[in-house]
């Protein structure tokens, strides 16, 4: 099923350096991926009718974000996203009978600049971390009132992570104790030193709190939140959110 035919909604004025989504309420930097003339494209793979609909409703909402095309099955999916050109995969690998981790591995083939989220009723940590270790840069349980996949889409399209604050709380630990084969221990690395206001950023993330929370915890705007990551992901060399988290407790700073 495509939905090239759908309305995309209305469009932010691209020719400001910030604007303000009517649909969001959020502030949205005019270099960040997700603009009038180019939202980030999703391809959402689910045989859940309900969850499929839930989902697509909110990422045609939301201008940022536009829904290239949809499956109810790994046949249907694969024909699509190898048809359509998208930047991120919404897959809930128990699709079929678990071949949403072969769709996975097919994007990660086919289309090696596409990143994937994981759509999940299960909040067990070995899930997410088995999802985690299949290449996926991002973790949603279906049945949570935490989070918009909307914002979870631009998080990872713009270089972040996105987990279920629930599911983070239980896969922390085991982050803690991974390392892959090739890289650099963390405890080895050296790196700029972060500020105050950073540090706090860091301390809030590995709570499991997502942009926005952090901005109203901190009477700060989103845009700031996101400028804080940013540097901190610089300064630490990492790429992700887990990273950073595992690399603050290692070096003592959380």
């Avoid at 009517?22 to 793979?45: C, E, H, I």
């Avoid at 990422?59 to 999916?77: F, H, K, N, V, W």
């Amino acid at each position: 099923m495509y939905l090239s035919d759908l309305p995309k909604g209305p469009y932010f004025d691209a020719g400001s350096i910030e604007v303000t989504s009517s649909a969001t309420g959020y502030t949205w930097p005019s270099d960040m991926k997700g603009q009038k003339n180019q939202p980030v494209r999703v391809f959402l793979a689910d045989e859940d009718r309900h969850s499929r609909s839930v989902i697509s409703q909110e990422l045609m909402r939301d201008p940022r974000t536009i829904l290239i095309g949809q499956a109810s099955s790994y046949r249907e999916a694969r024909k699509g996203v190898l048809a359509e050109e998208f930047d991120v995969l919404l897959v809930d690998l128990s699709l079929g009978e678990g071949q949403g981790a072969d769709l996975l591995e097919l994007v990660q083939l086919r289309m090696p600049n596409v990143l994937s989220i994981a759509i999940s009723s299960s909040e067990k940590g070995d899930a997410a971390m088995d999802a985690f270790k299949k290449g996926v840069v991002g973790y949603l349980l279906k049945n949570s009132w935490f989070g918009s996949y909307s914002q979870a889409v631009l998080e990872v399209a713009n270089g972040g992570a996105s987990i279920s604050p629930i599911v983070a709380k239980k896969i922390l630990p085991k982050i803690f104790q991974y390392s892959a084969p090739n890289e650099i221990p963390l405890e080895h690395k050296k790196f700029e030193k972060l500020t105050d206001r950073e540090k706090e950023v860091l301390r809030l993330i590995a709570q499991g709190k997502r942009t926005h929370e952090i901005g109203d915890y901190m009477e700060i705007s989103a845009l700031t939140v996101s400028t804080h990551v940013k540097n901190i992901y610089r300064k630490m060399q990492v790429r992700t959110r887990a990273q950073a988290v595992r690399y603050a407790v290692l070096k003592g700073i959380i």
